[in-house]
């Protein structure tokens, strides 16, 4: 936006890269490396962050941010992609419950860090492609709303290990409890509430400042004044009593140190009744009472359920151990050094050595890497999801590519009943015609008659036993394909196709 000229514009042509008509963040320095390491460093430990910023090893430090900024895209780009799939899957009908709830508020917190983590690589080591109105509600918008998603995914992760530390070590009060539909909004809403109440000063930290630049008289990149916006800390931010007690060690304990001692307390008790409840399975697989059968064989399904669920939430748990640690003791390393930092910066100059800027660098791209690999760790390590995922797959799939490939079957599907193990009668799959579909083959014995004949004059109860040997999946199965392909099928008419 072009504005008057006035005397309080910046004019200093030497600030303007007159090749690309960016602004440049410091003056080329002139001094030799030898020079600079000379004036650097002061007695206390301080150093100059002007001349630190002119050698070699910070300029090597920039190429790493630079290549973190771009993993860090790459990745959230991807993790959205799987969330979005994860959250797809946790809200289907036959995959809802209390524990999938939770997770798909954790998915949503952390897509939303994620968007939050792309635009603050962008805006860090690609500030000309981040958009100046994105940049005037930055202290609005971006920056709280980055920690709030992250301490809300911090807090929901704990949420669902409560559920599942109620669920394995406390069964008889979570049957109780569990027949309620809304419960899962006991464990959103809270770690919600603590998210924004932690985070609630964050609206205050950052001011959006504008400052007028005329380079009118440095050649043809600008014809006249125009405003430049940028990011400011506010007054509270750089508060020397707020940064010592909240922005350094509230923030440890309450995202770090906390939530750590909890989810290793839940997580270790969880994984006692995890063995328990393993040998109570085998107990009850191994000795069958008629008389309970059908009572036992509903509890040992529920205590499989509640099993494989609980291995979801532990390999969550150590994702998010593995991620998270080096933020905590990097964390724990600024605070137990803060006044020092803090008083290098009273005097213009700072003190963070160049391997915490490496490894606070890093720590960003953990925070990304751990909001992206959900859908991953819910594949693999949940069996429901696993099975209720291909079925969602299949449903985005030409009917020409899905191959039936289970145990023994060989691909051929029997239209009455399922799938034909071909391992059994193998004569009469054999001389299945392609084209028509019939099966004919020539030799006699009741194995060797084609499935056709078999439908067709088999009445007894033991033919028909065979016919269903032979067949491994149930009719009802395939009764969608049936009508997709709209062949009639009669009730002993059997009609054996290749897929």
């Known amino acids: 936006m072009s504005i008057s000229p006035s005397a309080h514009c910046i004019t200093d042509c030497s600030i303007l890269n007159q090749t690309t008509c ?4 410091r003056r080329p320095m002139t001094l030799d490396q030898d020079t600079i390491y000379s004036q650097l460093w002061s007695q206390d430990g301080c150093y100059n962050s002007t001349l630190f910023q002119a050698t070699e090893g910070y300029k090597v430090y920039e190429k790493f941010s630079d290549l973190m900024s771009v993993m860090m895209i790459i990745l959230g780009l991807l993790g959205l992609c799987g969330n979005m799939f994860s959250i797809a899957v946790l809200a289907r009908k036959e995959m809802r419950n209390c524990f999938n709830h939770i997770l798909i508020a954790i998915n949503i917190c952390d897509s939303l ?14 500030g000309d492609f981040y958009p100046v109105q994105l940049l005037q509600i930055f202290p609005y918008i971006h920056y709280p709303f980055y920690r709030i998603s992250l301490c809300a995914s911090i807090y929901l992760i704990i949420s669902v290990a409560i559920e599942r530390y109620l669920a394995v070590c406390q069964p008889h009060h979570y049957r109780e409890v569990q027949s309620d539909s ?15 109440v932690v985070n609630s000063s964050r609206f205050l930290e950052t001011e959006t400042d504008r400052i007028c630049i005329d380079f009118s008289k440095c050649g043809p990149c600008y014809d006249g004044a125009v405003w430049a ?4 800390p506010t007054k509270l ?22 939530p750590f001692i909890i989810l290793m307390f839940l997580n270790l008790r969880i994984l006692i009744s995890l063995k328990r409840l393993r040998s109570r399975l085998n107990v009850s697989c191994s000795g069958v009472n ?7 064989e509903r509890r040992v399904t529920q205590q499989s359920r509640d099993l494989n669920l609980a291995i979801v939430l532990i390999s969550t748990v150590i994702m998010f151990f593995f991620c998270h640690l080096p933020r905590l003791v990097t964390s724990i390393y600024e605070a137990a050094n803060i006044h020092s930092i803090l008083d290098c910066r009273e005097k213009g100059q700072d003190k963070s050595p160049l391997w915490f800027m490496y490894v606070t660098a890093a720590v960003q791209l953990l925070m990304v890497v751990n909001a992206s690999l959900n859908l991953p760790i819910y594949f693999f390590a949940g069996k429901s999801f696993r099975e209720t995922s291909m079925q969602l797959i299949r449903c985005f799939l030409p009917p020409f590519i899905i191959r039936v490939n289970e145990d ?20 009469g799959a054999g001389g299945a015609g392609g084209a ?29 036993n065979e016919l269903s040997s032979l067949c491994v999946q149930p009719r009802q199965v395939i009764t969608s394909c049936e009508q997709q392909e709209g062949i009639p099928v009669t009730g002993r008419e059997v009609l054996v196709t290749s897929l």
């Open 22 to 25: 960016q602004l440049v963040s």
């Open 290 to 296: 008629p008389d309970k059968a059908k009572m036992r």
């Open 229 to 232: 916006y940028y990011v400011k």
């Open 436 to 464: 028509g579909g019939h099966a004919g083959h020539e030799g006699g014995g009741s194995d060797d008659r084609s499935l056709e004949e078999f439908g067709q004059t088999s009445h007894s109860q033991e033919d028909q």
């Open 237 to 258: 931010r750089m508060d020397k009593q707020y940064i010592i007690y909240y922005h350094t060690w509230t923030w440890v304990v309450s995202t770090g140190l906390v």
């Open 408 to 427: 023994n079957n060989i691909g051929w599907r029997c239209f009455n009943c399922g799938t034909i193990n071909l391992s059994i009668g193998a004569g």
């Open 182 to 196: 809304c419960r899962s909004l006991l464990y959103i809403l809270p770690s919600l509430a603590v998210a924004l």
């Open 113 to 126: 860090h994620l968007v939050f983590a792309i635009m603050d690589a962008v805006r860090n080591s690609f």
